[in-house]
DNA sequence: ACAAATATTTAGATTTGCCTAAATTTTAAT
DNA sequence: ATTAAAATTTAGGCAAATCTAAATATTTGT
């Protein structure tokens, strides 16, 4: 598989956490399925192209113009996410892949109309939120259930630990993703749960909790 | 600029003319505007792939395989112009280059809604028929002009002729892409036809009309 | 602070698509 | 039918992205 600078460039973005900190070789080339050796060489590219800042041994972080780029790819595949939900009735969960072919196609018209056609959507199906056309972020709609205030509902859209084990926990106490869960209870002193998932009541601790996205709805 | 497989197989299903004729590799290369050198190499590989058929210095064509991958990128192709017509207001004569990306998408689940989205039309701006998800055509909608009946009105949406001498001439008679046509009378001993053009009525030779694309509307 | 472990870069090889130039085959013209 | 012209393929190289293995730098544990 060859991949493009642009997934070079999403890759340091994401890992950057946003907030535009210095990332590791390893840490791109194990993101990315590839050795260390090939992120150095690329690294360099982008640093030539004026993309990434890039200190030998000390890692890169993308430039101002890199993270335009890097912000225009997540809204290009965030809206993606959108149109395959809402106008072509994709589940949530299903979407991420064709997006991520989406997401390269180069006409910012194209992109444009799309939003428009969208209703200038604010978050993704997952509950992250679109860059606007000129970069600016609305706030996430995506919390972590421990975040979630009491009496609030949301969908399942996601986890943050994928392990064995966790995935295995969830399926035997009957949480799946896309199902909708309403906070019911929090205990004071250990921060576990009492939430509502498809009509049954039931209790998590706050390790399970704090591994669960929620998006909030209500 | 490097390109893809899928890119030859087009190249390879045009010019074959839809009938699945034997190519050459200057054909390819002219088209593709790369080296005969390079078709070879490329050739090569997508028969031993089994997708094209290829005799050395004889030429190449499509095998059934190949066949229905052409199909399936012309069913793309012409179905993202449409959405892009029909849904982003795009004007008709700006589509293809995005369409052109659009097209190598890879998502067969995509295609099909997208298909239903737009309500399973059967042309495509340009008047080209839409192959179906099986692969068949409806007739085309568009025709050269001098072989569109008296009395039928359509839309400018192509010439066959795009050289310099022809585009100044369409420009002087004030005949532009997406103009609409009304064929008025046609002469019998030369075929030349007297059409309508905003509001006007023009006299022209056979030659011309014959390079003049219609896209029938009644 | 030092050695061992880890991370990163460099060197050199591989693959793929493409190119130029030379060799070969086919086609066309007399 | 023969030869000149045109088309096609082959040979050999280049550039880009990648990989492996070796070399170098950094970090960590004691």
Redesign the pocket.
């Given at each position: 598989?060859?991949?493009?600078?642009e997934?070079?460039i999403k890759a340091i973005y994401h890992l950057g956490k946003g907030e535009n900190s210095m990332v590791?070789?390893?840490?791109v080339?194990e993101q990315?399925?590839?050795?260390?050796?090939?992120?150095?060489?690329?690294?360099?590219?982008l640093s030539e192209k004026g993309v990434a800042n890039?200190?030998?041994?000390?890692?890169?972080c993308l430039t101002e113009h890199g993270q335009k780029l890097a912000l225009t790819l997540v809204r290009k595949h965030r809206l993606w996410e959108v149109f395959l939900v809402d106008k072509l009735n994709f589940a949530w969960d299903e979407v991420h892949e064709v997006a991520e072919q989406l997401e390269h196609i180069k006409s910012e018209k194209l992109t444009d109309r799309l939003d428009k056609l969208l209703g200038y959507p604010e978050v993704d199906p997952h509950g992250d939120p679109i860059p606007s056309k000129t970069g600016e972020f609305k706030k996430a709609v995506k919390k972590l259930l421990n975040e979630v205030p009491v009496g609030a509902s949301g969908t399942c859209v996601g986890v943050k630990d994928s392990s064995a084990p966790f995935l295995k926990f969830l399926d035997k106490n009957k949480i799946a993703l896309g199902d909708a869960i309403t906070v019911l209870e929090k205990e004071e002193f250990d921060g576990s749960l009492h939430i509502e998932v498809k009509g049954k009541s039931i209790h998590i601790s706050n390790q399970i909790a704090a591994n669960l996205y929620l998006k909030i709805t209500e």
């Amino acid at each position: 598989m060859t991949l493009s600078e642009e997934d070079y460039i999403k890759a340091i973005y994401h890992l950057g956490k946003g907030e535009n900190s210095m990332v590791s070789t390893n840490e791109v080339a194990e993101q990315m399925r590839t050795k260390p050796s090939s992120v150095t060489d690329m690294i360099k590219k982008l640093s030539e192209k004026g993309v990434a800042n890039y200190r030998k041994y000390k890692g890169v972080c993308l430039t101002e113009h890199g993270q335009k780029l890097a912000l225009t790819l997540v809204r290009k595949h965030r809206l993606w996410e959108v149109f395959l939900v809402d106008k072509l009735n994709f589940a949530w969960d299903e979407v991420h892949e064709v997006a991520e072919q989406l997401e390269h196609i180069k006409s910012e018209k194209l992109t444009d109309r799309l939003d428009k056609l969208l209703g200038y959507p604010e978050v993704d199906p997952h509950g992250d939120p679109i860059p606007s056309k000129t970069g600016e972020f609305k706030k996430a709609v995506k919390k972590l259930l421990n975040e979630v205030p009491v009496g609030a509902s949301g969908t399942c859209v996601g986890v943050k630990d994928s392990s064995a084990p966790f995935l295995k926990f969830l399926d035997k106490n009957k949480i799946a993703l896309g199902d909708a869960i309403t906070v019911l209870e929090k205990e004071e002193f250990d921060g576990s749960l009492h939430i509502e998932v498809k009509g049954k009541s039931i209790h998590i601790s706050n390790q399970i909790a704090a591994n669960l996205y929620l998006k909030i709805t209500e």
